[in-house]
């Protein structure tokens, strides 16, 4: 078989929380049905992380485990490890009752799985247990004070205290289990959807945030994987400086990594994380790619991210690691922003696709990269992206100066429909690989915005229904994927 992103191909982006379910049921499965019947041959979704309150999933729990949230409860039913009215009793607020719902799961599992799917589970626990157990026992300490971050903790559990964990995995194992079981769940859901998608001949794209919460397993377990203080705490956190989406940046806090100790650790942390997502997905995304060549640390007193500075990273060495133990891995890298010639470098120097976005395209520049005529073949192109507005949205938001300039660089007339154009344009790209959000292919408007960076309120919340989904809408792209050659 071909590479991934060697051929001519398309894609939609809808994250697993936008289908009418939300989750890794049915809908997921008809999902990857319609993307078969358009000539689309990529799923892109977003992180699959253990979201906190607001819902990002660019800040995770972990940087391995699933979120249970998206685990197919019908699926469970089905299984007989849960009863259709244990489900129905929950139903009017099954996202507060998720968790209640998975530990009767465990009961019932316990009860009446068969001997090779309880074999199944202790072998999944072995395979993932250099991230698991800790992550499990995380969840439960978490539980335990009251879900705050693992910093207000008291010592002996912050500081992972060998007698108090141990104590911990004794008297909590059956919770410590059933977290496990969860994580047990998603996997094989997502293993069995990956399954089906790759027998359609549709590719799973995933997305790797390149930082990772500070208020998670992985900083609690791998303290010296990252920038801390002895206490724990951080003296800089992550972030952008001021560019198109920020006026004042963005000032995301997370840990910055130490690359000396990765550097002498072999990169040991980083090839596990990476290991895991190999599993998961087909195409992997490098979330700001050029964090990999150097970073904006800003101080940890900033309220904004204006007053930072640039930071080496070894990404060179990290990325050589990861080609070396995963030959076959197929990477993007999210190179959008302020990018320098030494990001480029990198990028190029390991030959991984950058982005282009179409509604960056239109600066009345001709060495704007996002013009069509600025394209390259390794790369990906999108009309927008989870943090841009949807392509009507957009267009709506354009003067009248802007829409014509629009109209002039598309070479379309005042009748025509900007909207569909940007799409139209979208695939006719050289780029290897074309994605459309769902959104534009349904093309809804700005309420159907996915996220406002900058923002930690009101994101992350849209779906779709299946009504949205005209024949018609269905028909026109599918006319336009193939008129672009990127049926495979």
């Known amino acids: 078989m071909k590479a991934p992103l060697s051929q001519r191909r398309a894609g939609v982006l809808l994250h697993i929380t936008s289908l009418p379910s939300r989750d890794l049921g049915q809908d997921a499965y008809y999902f990857v049905d319609f993307l078969k019947s358009i000539g689309a041959s990529v799923w892109q979704v977003l992180p699959l992380g253990i979201t906190h309150e607001d819902s990002s999933p660019y800040q995770s729990l972990s940087a391995h485990a699933g979120n249970p949230h998206l685990i197919s409860l019908q699926w469970l039913v089905t299984k007989g490890w849960l009863t259709e009215e244990e489900v129905c009793e929950s139903c009017e607020s099954i996202v507060f009752e998720c968790d209640c719902l998975l530990n009767k799961a465990f009961v019932g599992f316990n009860a009446k799985a068969s001997h090779a799917e309880q074999k199944e589970f202790a072998e999944f626990c072995t395979v993932h247990d250099h991230w698991l157990d800790d992550f499990a026992v995380f969840m439960v300490l978490r539980q335990k004070f009251g879900q705050t971050s693992w910093n207000t903790w008291a010592d002996e559990y912050k500081n992972r205290h060998t007698e108090t964990i141990n104590d911990v995995r004794f008297v909590h194992k059956d919770e410590i289990h059933s977290v496990k079981f969860s994580q047990y769940l998603f996997f094989k859901q997502w293993t069995e959807l990956k399954t089906y998608a790759n027998e359609k001949g549709v590719l799973l794209f995933g997305d790797i945030p390149i930082f990772v919460s500070y208020d998670s397993a992985d900083v609690w377990a791998n303290r010296d994987v990252f920038k801390l203080n002895d206490s724990g705490e951080m003296s800089v956190v992550a972030g952008v400086p001021p560019d198109y989406f920020s006026e004042t940046g963005q000032r995301w806090g997370n840990p910055h990594y130490d690359w000396k100790y990765l550097h002498a650790d072999e990169f040991k942390w980083w090839l596990e994380r990476m290991e895991t997502q190999g599993t998961l997905f087909d195409i992997v995304r490098i979330d700001h790619f050029r964090g990999l060549e150097s970073a904006w640390e800003i101080p940890a007193t900033e309220p904004t991210a204006i007053k930072g500075e640039w930071v080496l990273a070894a990404g060179e060495e990290l990325l050589s690691a990861i080609t070396a133990k995963f030959p076959d891995v197929s990477l993007v890298a999210e190179d959008l922003g302020i990018i320098t010639p030494e990001v480029d470098a990198l990028r190029k120097h390991f030959n991984l696709p950058g982005m282009k976005i179409m509604q960056f395209a239109f600066s009345g520049e001709a060495d704007n990269p996002y013009l069509p005529e600025n394209h390259e073949t390794n790369s ?89 989904v005209t024949s018609e809408k269905s028909e026109q792209v599918t006319r336009w994927i193939r008129d672009a050659n990127r049926v495979v």
């Open 380 to 468: 990906v192109v999108y009309t927008g992206t989870h943090d841009n507005d949807t392509t009507i949205g957009w267009e709506q938001g354009l003067s009248p100066e802007q829409r014509t300039l629009v109209r002039t660089t598309l070479s379309i007339d005042e009748d025509a429909n900007i909207t569909q154009a940007m799409m139209r344009c979208t695939l006719n790209s050289i780029a290897n690989l074309a994605i459309l959000p769902m959104q534009d292919i349904l093309q809804l408007d700005a309420a159907s915005r996915m996220n406002t960076p900058g923002t930690t309120v009101g994101n992350w919340q849209w779906c779709f229904s299946w009504e949205q």
